[in-house]
């Protein structure tokens, strides 16, 4: 049973850091690319930033800069790195995986991917 339990999500001030971990279990994710959306309250996901297995990166615009995705395929984790953060910053953040990716265009596409977590809460005060 493939799992991802997503953590550090939290209460912070406009200009705060946060770092959200993404434990994967049940598979490893070492050859599949992984990805973190949002939600905040009446609007669809979004996209916000996706790493493939080779190490490219994509980042929504409105996180580019601040926003940094990594992982440690040792310990089948991925991470999200949030610096500045901004009031409107604040959604339930998602981590996603893809068992393959067969379109390399459609990564903002939450249809794309495969498996989720249960989200994580990130408010940002101003």
């Known amino acids: 049973q493939v799992q991802l339990v997503e953590s550090g999500g939290g209460l912070v001030q406009a200009g705060d850091s946060l770092r959200l971990s993404c434990a994967a279990s049940?598979?490893?994710?070492?050859?599949?690319?992984m990805g973190w959306f949002r939600q905040a309250p009446g609007k669809e996901r979004e996209f916000v930033a996706i790493?493939?297995?080779?190490?490219?990166?994509v980042y929504a615009d409105s996180v580019k800069g601040r926003f940094t995705i990594s992982r440690d395929n040792a310990k089948n984790t991925l991470y999200l790195q949030m610096n500045s953060l901004k009031p409107e910053d604040t959604a339930v953040y998602y981590c996603?995986?893809?068992?393959?990716?067969?379109?390399?265009?459609?990564?903002?596409?939450?249809?794309?991917?495969?498996?989720w977590g249960q989200g994580t809460q990130v408010t940002v005060s101003s």
């Open positions: 996603a995986a893809q068992r393959r990716t067969y379109d390399y265009t459609r990564y903002r596409d939450p249809d794309e991917y495969d498996y």
């Open positions: 049940g598979r490893t994710f070492s050859s599949s690319a």
């Open positions: 790493r493939w297995s080779g190490g490219n990166t």
